[in-house]
């Protein structure tokens, strides 16, 4: 049986990777007295005189939501909100398995931007915090912005802000390895889409001279002369980036480049492997592109790169931003957090850097998500303090405290799911 046929069995038997079960005893009449009626009226008047308490007495502590319109799901992409339903449960799943975080998958059936935001905002009484999945761009960059700024809870993009996090994490210890400082290496950007307009916006708050990065699209190198591009989201880059004005397409803006992270177009072949012998000495390469990278690895090896990262499993350095999604929201809800701040993704980003850093390499420069058990507790953590330092949280803790609480909840959600032969 192939991979294919498999799946679609499993999803058959399971229909749906996800069920509503309760957390306390429903045996008697005096619990449901307690759990309901008369009795659950006695939180609702404590909620309804301080809204924030809905965090001690309900769900919205630890649930998100995962919202998508099913315009780019996967690399199937415009497929429709049905059919995102089963990417929205996966990742639900992962939540659940790997930060102890409760999902609840909402397909939006809604393509006017502005519509789509007033629908999101309208359900955020139930969630602590949004996880946005697989929307299209530009549509995704104004629906990020708008809600980051119109709602008091966490809002998160993984496609920009998770994918952009692991990069910037990569980064940090391949530039280690090679013996460069990232904020002085000249970055070649391949494909401006969602994860590369958040990895440049996050590189530029680590402290990277933004001049120093140059930007290739579909078109060629972006520079102060694209009038195409004057009324898209890009003419900030084309304003910011590429100092020196470089114009051409990638075999001009990859001389003497000391990284290339594309995200493009699936290779076999996007990109040639004689443009990565114009890099420079030790030059780092992540070809993001799924499910076949822009450049295979051992191609951009023997044209001279000395570290590749992909998007893939099956070969070393995979940047997936499964590492950072699950302790970033297990991080934000345990301390009732307001945003996810740009700081609090640099943080996440040096933090799980440091993870690996004790058994960093050229082939090891991220943690694998095997290894995640051993230190999503550490990195929520992190998180969370960040959160605290920058006074976005509604609950402030000790760092101990919320260590302790953090790896309670972990382990206590990891014997749940052994009890229930799931783990």
């Known amino acids: 049986m192939n991979i294919k046929e498999e799946s679609l069995e499993l999803h058959k038997k399971l229909k749906g990777k996800l069920e509503t079960m309760p957390k306390c005893d429903v045996k008697t009449s005096k619990d449901i007295s307690l759990l309901y009626t008369p009795g659950v009226a006695y939180p609702c008047l404590e909620i309804k005189e301080d809204v924030d308490k809905a965090y001690e007495y309900t769900m919205k502590y630890n649930t998100i939501a995962i919202i998508t319109n099913g315009t780019r799901v996967l690399g199937l992409g415009n497929i429709g909100c049905e059919a995102s339903l089963p990417v929205m449960e996966g990742k639900a799943l992962l939540f659940k398995r790997y930060g102890a975080v409760d999902a609840v998958p909402l397909p939006i059936n809604e393509r006017d931007v502005d519509k789509f935001v007033e629908i999101v905002s309208k359900i955020t009484p139930a969630f602590g915090g949004i996880n946005l999945e697989d929307i299209e761009s530009p549509q995704c960059f104004k629906i990020l912005e708008v809600l980051r700024d119109k709602l008091n809870i966490p809002v998160w993009h993984d496609d920009q802000q998770g994918t952009a996090t692991v990069i910037l994490a990569g980064l940090i210890n391949a530039t280690k390895i090679v013996g460069k400082d990232l904020k002085d290496c000249k970055i070649v950007v391949f494909g401006i889409g969602a994860a590369n307009t958040a990895t440049v916006k996050l590189l530029e708050h680590y402290g990277v001279d933004i001049g120093n990065v140059v930007i290739v ?9 694209r009038e ?18 470089l114009k051409g397409d990638l075999s001009v803006a990859i001389k003497d480049a000391d990284i290339l992270i594309a995200a493009s177009k699936p290779g076999p072949g996007t990109i040639d492997g004689k443009l990565i012998e114009k890099m ?34 099956d070969y070393p350095n995979q940047v997936n931003n499964s590492l950072i999604f699950p302790a970033m929201f297990r991080g934000v809800l345990s301390v009732m957090a307001k945003k996810i701040s740009e700081g609090m993704m640099v943080k996440a980003a040096e933090t799980l850097a440091k993870v690996a850093e004790e058994k960093m390499n050229e082939t090891y420069i991220l943690p694998k998500m095997e290894e995640y058990d051993s230190f999503c507790g550490f990195l929520a953590t992190e998180i969370g303090m960040e959160a ?18 953090i790896e309670k909840m972990l382990e206590e959600n990891r014997e749940k799911l052994i009890k229930l032969g799931r783990l």
Do not use: Q
């Open 228 to 245: 195409d591009l004057k009324n898209t989201y890009k003419w900030e880059f084309c304003v910011k980036s590429n100092k020196e004005g």
């Open 280 to 313: 420079n000495e030790e030059a780092i390469v992540f070809a993001l592109a799924n499910p076949v990278p822009e450049i295979m690895p051992e191609e951009a090896k023997k044209h001279g790169a000395k570290i590749v990262a992909t998007g893939r499993s």
């Open 217 to 225: 699209d579909s078109k060629g190198i972006l520079n102060r002369e």
């Open 388 to 405: 605290i330092r920058e006074n976005l949280v509604r609950r402030k803790i000790s760092k101990e405290k919320l260590r302790e609480e």
